[in-house]
């Protein structure tokens, strides 16, 4: 088993499904085009998250309250299967406006969004106004010393 693969798994045994109704475009006649994205929930947020390719790519990151540290302590745990696995993040901080329900505190703009992925230690490479690469590198395990 790839080591994305098994941090997949751990993120999953570890994590609940919160899947979220995505409205694809406005409501036309009563008939709204709609999808369910698989979100996943840990603490106080939930992560859209791609497990396609060779890293962890979060596509989306939404808080389900406000101010009280549940992103935070979300990433800090992506973190930690990163590190354990050595498997990169990576994604795009952008703004977004979320589907219903959203936080009733407002979004975090560009520049706090930048801000919040950088105190977690992720590489950030603008590309326009409204988004920014970020990447995670992984920590090097030491090696345990040889006696």
């Known amino acids: 088993m790839t080591p994305l693969k098994q941090a997949q ?19 036309v006649r009563n008939n709204p085009i709609t999808r369910i994205e698989e979100f996943w929930q840990f603490d106080k947020a939930i992560a859209l998250l791609n497990w396609d390719s060779d890293c962890i790519e979060i596509v989306k990151l939404e808080t389900l309250q ?26 795009h901080a952008r703004p977004y406006e979320p589907d219903p329900p959203c936080p009733a505190d407002g979004l975090l703009t560009k520049d706090q969004l930048d801000n919040f992925y950088r105190k977690h230690g992720f590489v950030l490479r603008e590309i326009d106004a409204h988004t920014s690469d970020i990447k995670y ?7 345990s010393p040889k006696e």
């Open 66 to 91: 406000p101010r009280q540290g549940g992103p935070s302590r979300l990433i800090g745990f992506l973190e930690q299967l990163a590190d354990k696995y050595q498997v990169t993040i990576w994604g």
């Open 9 to 27: 798994q751990e993120w999953e045994a570890k994590t609940t499904p919160h899947p979220k109704i995505h409205h694809v475009r406005p409501v």
């Open 137 to 143: 590198l992984p920590k090097q395990l030491s090696s």
